[in-house]
């Protein structure tokens, strides 16, 4: 009786320690679970297009071609006006289609490049149920590249990708040399950045109520960018590291021209992140252009003289 009572308490701390290691587990388990269910699935609002290359006075052709781990991708591919002086894929960023990039898909064309504007997968017309911040939709982009060279020999190819695209686009550049020159618009270091950004950003949001204010406090507990991962690769099989995809760690693979691109008043992607992938591509040279008033994903419609003037005389250079 002695001896049981001795090591009682030494039994309830354990019973406890057990406890409070389920609740952290199960906190956990939860908050990745809900962010992750985020980027698997079927989202209607990422499928729907309003607009056509018609609309910009563009001819096209609707495409087909999958990835390397079987997913079919829709594009519209965007023959140049006069002989072609190279072939650039462009790629939207998340919750979008391929129509958004026709803007820049038409002064491209008119400059004489042929395009290729996919849909990544889970958007648009493509198919695929998972998505990512840019690790997959680089599988999307190297297809792309292997279209395009079938497509229109003997000219460089070069990728202009747009935030999470932009993130691939890069990652892409990484894995082949197929690509002659790399335009990254709005691309983040990692995705730990954007989402502690995008937490701050809401939990200052003066329309943000308190209890909304706390449910951002819990999702920014240490630890849960590791959660979202590990969560991610228990639905998916699919390891994005601890930073949930980081372009730092890939950016010495990259051997082609780079040019970033990033708006002045980019709360979510701010110009310094543009100067620490500036540095990150230590094996290239990249170079760094800054949009005054430019916000993410709004570059191109804030200046497009300037916007056109800055990725035209790049691929002139490069190409």
Known sequence: MRAWRSSAPGVRVAKWGAVAALLILLFYGALG?????????????????????????????????RTSDGVLLRAWWLPSVGPARGSIVIAHGIE????????????????GYNVLTPDLRGHGESGGSVVSPGFLEARDLLAAERFVRERARNVPVAVL??????????????????????????????????????????????????WMRAAGAVASAPGVVRAISLAFFARTGID??????????????????VLLISGSD????????????????????????????????????????IYEAAVLSFLTRVL
């Open 161 to 210: 990708g747009l935030s999470y695209g932009a993130v691939a686009a890069l990652l892409a550049a990484g894995q082949s040399t197929g690509f002659a020159a790399v335009i990254a618009d709005g691309a983040f270091p990692t995705g730990r950045a954007v989402y502690g950004r995008v937490l701050d950003r809401f939990a200052h949001a003066p329309q943000t109520s308190f």
């Open 33 to 65: 679970l809900a962010v992750t269910t985020v980027l698997i699935g079927d989202h209607a609002r990422w499928r729907g297009m309003s607009r056509g290359p018609a609309d910009f006075g563009l001819q096209a052709e609707t495409v087909s071609f």
């Open 240 to 257: 994005l590291g601890p930073d949930f995809v980081s372009v730092v760690a890939d950016a010495p693979r990259v051997r082609a021209p």
């Open 96 to 111: 979008h289609t391929r129509q958004v990039m026709l803007p820049r898909a038409a002064f491209l064309v008119n400059a």
């Open 266 to 305: 980019d709360w979510m992607v701010p110009p310094a992140d543009a100067r620490l992938l500036q540095a990150a591509l230590r094996n290239t040279k990249a170079t760094v252009v800054i949009i005054p008033h430019g916000r993410h994903d709004t570059t191109y419609s804030t200046a497009p003289a």
